[in-house]
């Protein structure tokens, strides 16, 4: 009977008995092909350590690895007005917003936080592609007001990363009169002579790149990210010629002098700090602390 019991039943039930195996665990590199661990992807920034692709990353995510310790502080940004078109398509507007909503667990297209890289204290904003491609609506319009009024407020530059579809095609021309609404934010931190860095990582098209995308002091960009305002094939067939091969990539832009620079998401921090004290007059950022002469000696009789 201990055999039957010890044994036997053990063995039957492993063979029947369905093993729960988190989901998630392994991500599939669209450009290689490489499988990645959750855990190895996560600490390389979402960068693919085999062909060193940029994959879609987080604003939460994004500003965790940016501000020191991880450790920053969401700006408000007003409420919009839900639905002023009731739009519907296959579904109705606020239906499709309350699905991004629960599945990113933002409130809008773009987030918008204060703290400091390196100790030097920013203002920055990033779209979420993941929200129904990073659109541009009057969320997105508000929060780029707001970015730009607290970096006046608080004399800060703001560091934006742009990506994004465009305009929000549910809210019309409310959608597209955020282009001269961010144009004016823009503007605002100029006349405060504060810096204004856009990071355009992919992809960045259609209204956004038309409006605050290029709109900077500096523009950099991610590697290989598309950047453009119509799409390549729209383009082709309107001129009717064949498009140079990287056309609107990152790189292609750098060399027909759209960029200043493409800057590997790991190497960003430093990049952006550096500009930053650069064009605010600072002395170079400070990159480690040696300990206090009393805690020198201590250790030293330790």
């Known amino acids: 009977m201990n055999w039957i019991s010890n044994y036997v039943r053990p063995k039957i039930n492993s063979l029947f008995s369905r093993r729960e195996v988190p989901e998630n665990l392994w991500t599939k590199c669209p450009e290689c092909g ?102 541009m609506g009057m969320n997105v319009g508000n929060a780029i007001i707001a970015a730009a009024q607290r970096a006046v407020q608080l004399s800060r530059p703001l560091v934006l990363f742009s990506a994004s579809g465009g305009a929000r095609m549910q809210e019309g021309m409310l959608s597209l009169m955020q282009m001269p609404r961010s144009t004016v934010a823009v503007q605002m931190l100029k006349e405060a002579g504060l810096p204004y860095i856009v990071v355009l990582t992919h992809p960045t098209t259609g209204g956004v790149t038309a409006s ?24 082709e067939q309107t001129i009717r010629e064949k498009l140079p091969e990287g056309f609107q990539r990152a790189e292609y832009l750098l060399d027909h002098g759209m960029l200043d620079r493409v800057v590997h998401r790991k190497a960003m921090k430093e990049e952006l700090v550096g500009l930053i004290r650069l064009l605010m007059g600072l002395p170079p950022a400070i990159k480690g602390d040696l300990a206090a002469p009393s805690e020198v000696a201590e250790q030293a009789k330790a």
């Open 34 to 135: 490489t499988m990645l661990f959750h855990r190895e992807l996560a600490g390389n920034l979402n960068v693919c350590s085999n062909c060193d692709h940029h994959m879609a990353i987080s604003p939460r995510e994004r500003f965790e690895a940016l501000f020191d310790g991880g450790i920053f502080t969401d700006v408000k940004v007003p409420d919009a007005v839900a639905d002023p078109l009731h739009f519907r398509d296959q579904k109705k507007y606020p239906d499709r917003i309350k699905a991004a909503q629960k599945a990113s667990g933002e409130k809008d297209a773009m987030l918008v936080a204060e703290g400091e890289v390196m100790r030097t204290p920013i203002v920055a904003a990033a779209q979420d592609f993941s929200f129904m491609a990073g659109s």
């Open 212 to 235: 605050y995308a290029m709109l900077g002091d500096v523009h950099l960009a991610e590697p290989n990210a598309q950047i453009g305002f119509a799409g390549a094939r729209v383009i």
